[in-house]
């Protein structure tokens, strides 16, 4: 889980950005680009390419709009609220990925480079990858919300743009279908 | 017990993550085998994404961003002796580009869905630009989408006729006289506002469709997100799956549930335009957990002597949270009732 309370926005941060500070984006940028990029990366099912468009276009939204950041919400759950948005904008406009290049996509991000350093590890993050990339979407977001950002619910709710009930739902529905698809895989390994 | 009959399915996660309701939970699944198998598969779901590492974004990434800001125009350098000189045609450059710019974020691009909307007296065809002040109208064949600067979209349904009031980064507004927009917007709540002739629809980041007769007869209703619908301090929160009525000298009638039963519907239509005791009475009997979010708006708006029915009956749909007493809410305690509303606002 990804700890926050090294990567508080400050307000000087903002500040500056809303000066057009590009050292100051670049900070910005810094703290938020690898959970904005995991969000976007498992979102739709390992696609790199789409990822890292996603990324692009939430940090180019998000300087162009930083003025009209006034500071009565927290920053993060702005830019969660943006990603959101991006996301599922981009989920409209695609195509269905076909089963066989979304499992090739999944198993790809296991490259050599990763922390898995065993194939017992690397099979076990493959299958979480697998039943996160089947979860149905709105569950998909929520998890992944939480997961890489650790939002609270309250958070969640702002940046799903639905009440703290349907987040807790979601999470709830979310987890228990990816522990059942979970051990459905482990089952066909055996 | 009604407790021990109601599953705690949907607030296993909250429970785990943040021990949420952790008496209520932890009393049900003592009880409750169903439950209980259903916490250990959220339970697993939770262990299993530790194995989910964090993915590192490339660094081609933060070169396209700088790529797009630096498309921007350079800034040159001048001799000193040219300070004066450049001074001036400095000045003359900030004065046309602030003209130029002043002049494009006052205008909003239109693109026409069907026949030929008008904007002003001028039909657009297929795009056209509307700014402040002017009028932008659909006939019965005709839709019209206008892109709300870079913050989200209102699509303009046949019948429509609207005129754009103010263009500004933090007030986006829209006067809609009649018919029916359908609005999408991505952006820090409170920026964009859709007048009508009996209320004020504020953005708290949300897509919700808003009907309006030219007397402020109207229905709203949100399809995510939150909308605040406002006149004269009369304020209706209205969430994803809920709707809101507005009439002409009432503004904005309590919000509700599409799916609540239609018997309290009526009820609420009834008590919203006459306050009867028999309409209260309905309401309260009709109400299920979810319709707290009608019953939480009526404790401000009954005669002070209805108030406590009214709390008793959210009291009996759903436990009163901590901190929440029944004497400060009667008198209507904002920090009381703000409180009340987040606890609650987990069964809407």
């Given at each position: 889980m990804v700890d926050l309370s090294d990567r508080q926005v400050s307000t000087e941060i903002i500040d500056a950005c809303r000066l057009g500070d590009r050292d100051a984006f670049r900070a910005l940028y810094g703290l938020y680009k690898d959970q904005v990029y995991s969000v976007a990366l498992y979102f739709f099912h390992g696609d790199r390419g789409i990822a890292a468009d996603i990324t692009q276009q939430v940090f180019l939204k998000l300087i162009g709009n930083v003025r009209q950041f006034r500071g009565d919400s927290e920053f993060s759950t702005w830019l969660y609220r943006l990603v959101v948005n991006v996301c599922l904008d981009a989920a409209r406009h695609r195509k269905a990925e076909p089963p066989i290049a979304a499992e090739a996509k999944l198993e790809s991000?296991?490259?050599?480079?990763?922390?898995?350093?065993?194939f017992a590890r690397a099979e076990a993050a493959n299958s979480v990858r697998r039943a996160v990339s089947a979860l149905p979407s709105k569950f998909r977001m929520a998890i992944l919300l939480r997961y890489?950002?650790?939002?609270?619910y309250e958070q969640m709710a702002r940046a799903l743009g639905c009440s703290m009930g349907t987040v807790a739902s979601r999470l709830s529905r979310g987890h228990r279908i990816l522990a059942e698809r979970l051990k459905n895989f482990e089952g066909r390994r055996q | 017990m009604r407790i021990f009959r109601r599953h705690v399915s949907d607030r296993l996660a909250p429970y785990i993550h943040e021990a949420r309701a952790a008496d209520q939970v932890e009393r049900h699944l003592a009880k409750c085998e169903r439950c209980r198998a259903e916490y250990v598969q959220v339970r697993a779901g939770i262990e299993a994404l530790q194995r989910l590492p964090l993915a590192e974004a490339p660094a081609s990434i933060w070169n396209s961003i700088e790529s797009v800001l630096n498309a921007a125009p350079a800034k040159r350098s001048f001799a000193p002796r040219k300070i004066a000189f450049a001074a001036i045609a400095g000045l003359m450059v900030v004065g046309l580009g602030y003209w130029i710019v002043m002049r494009s974020a006052a205008r909003w691009e239109v693109d026409g869905l069907g026949g030929s909307p008008v904007v002003g007296t001028e039909h657009i065809g297929r795009a056209g630009r509307v700014a402040a002040g002017e009028w932008i109208e659909t006939d019965a064949e005709s839709r019209a989408r206008i892109q709300i600067g870079d913050i989200g979209s209102v699509e303009l349904a046949p019948n429509t006729r609207a005129r754009v009031i103010a263009t500004r980064p933090q007030d986006n507004r829209i006067a809609l006289q009649h018919g029916e927009i359908h609005a999408r917007i991505s952006a820090p709540p409170r920026i964009f506002f859709v007048d009508t002739a009996s209320a004020t629809a504020a953005d708290l980041g949300c897509e919700y469709f808003l009907h309006t007769d030219e007397d402020g007869s109207g229905l709203m209703s949100v399809a995510s997100g939150w909308v605040s619908f406002e006149w004269n301090g009369r304020e209706s929160l209205v969430p994803e799956g809920a709707s809101c009525r507005t009439r002409p000298r009432l503004g904005p009638g309590t919000p509700f549930f599409e799916d609540a039963s239609d018997g309290f519907k009526r009820a609420l239509d009834d008590f919203d335009q006459t306050s009867s005791d028999a309409a209260l009475t309905a309401i309260l009997a009709k109400a299920r957990v979810r319709d707290t979010l009608t019953l939480w708006h009526l404790l401000s708006r009954v005669a002070a002597g209805d108030r406590g029915r009214v709390y008793d009956r959210i009291a009996a749909l759903t436990p009163v949270p901590a901190g929440v007493s029944q004497e400060k809410a009667l008198k209507l305690d904002p920090e009381t009732l703000r409180r009340w509303k987040d606890e609650l606002a987990w069964t809407w």
């Open positions: 991000l296991a490259g050599p480079d990763s922390l898995e350093q065993d890489f950002e650790d939002l609270s | -």
